[in-house]
């Protein structure tokens, strides 16, 4: 049986790179890129620095995944620029549009792509990572988490469109985050992140097995009716 390619977009940290380790390990070829830490490909990954606001690099990293692999059956949209906690009204032009043609824009460019590939095979599974932010409307977090609510609302109704059609089994869906020991997280401020732990239902960091053990279900093929979906983790009704 042919392995199942698992491509993760920031995998040089954090969950990303949690992911990326537990999937090697089981026997996933990782397919995978981050912004500026290099890591060297070995047996059971495929790793490149892709630029999320480069069209090109973007679509280069893609076309060496098919004529390398032939194929991409799942794909965790995981990067994403994580400012420090910022006042909103002190966000400039030049910030917000820096912060959104990475969260925003490079990433609808990178989930339409992988899409389409996804869509020649009739089967695939998108699963997005975003953030309890979104839910709490954390003070400070306004490009990180409308920024993030963009690309949700974004897989909703790409779901809608391809989901379902034509006999095809690919589905997309959100995983927002609790609190998570990486430096997006970290980056939010102790201040921040108290408030936060203060409307949370699980107010323990997460683990790398607490996501896996909600992701992996999601990967499964005969597991086709849940799609366009926003899960919570650590969150109870989180919209």
């Given amino acids: 049986m042919k392995k199942k390619v698992i491509l993760i977009s920031g995998c040089s940290n954090g969950i990303g790179k949690d992911l990326s380790e537990y999937y090697q390990k089981n026997g996933f070829i990782v397919v995978g890129f981050g912004a500026s830490v290099k890591i060297k490909s070995k047996k059971n990954l495929f790793y490149d620095i892709v630029n999320l606001n480069s069209k090109n690099q973007i679509k280069s990293f893609i076309n060496l995944i098919i004529k390398k692999y032939k194929k991409i059956d799942y794909f965790i949209n995981n990067a994403a620029a994580a400012p420090a906690a910022f006042p909103a009204l002190l966000n400039n032009f030049e910030f917000t549009e820096k912060v959104f043609k990475t969260n925003v824009i490079g990433q609808i460019f990178l989930i339409n792509e ?15 990572i975003s953030s309890m932010s979104v839910a709490l409307n954390l003070e400070g977090t306004s490009l990180y988490s409308s920024s993030k609510a963009a690309v949700e609302k974004y897989l909703k109704i790409l779901s809608k469109e391809i989901s379902y059609k034509n006999n095809n089994n690919i589905t997309l869906n959100t995983l927002r985050i609790s609190m998570y020991n990486s430096k997006s997280f970290r980056e939010l401020g102790k201040k921040t992140i108290s408030k936060a732990k203060q409307n949370l239902a699980y107010k323990k960091v997460l683990n790398i097995y607490d996501i896996l053990n909600v992701i992996n279900p999601l990967l499964k093929e005969k597991n086709y009716t849940l799609s366009g979906q926003t899960l919570n983790l650590g969150l109870v009704n989180g919209d």
């Fill in 114 to 128: 992988i899409s389409k590939i996804m869509l020649k095979n009739k089967f695939g599974r998108i699963i997005n």
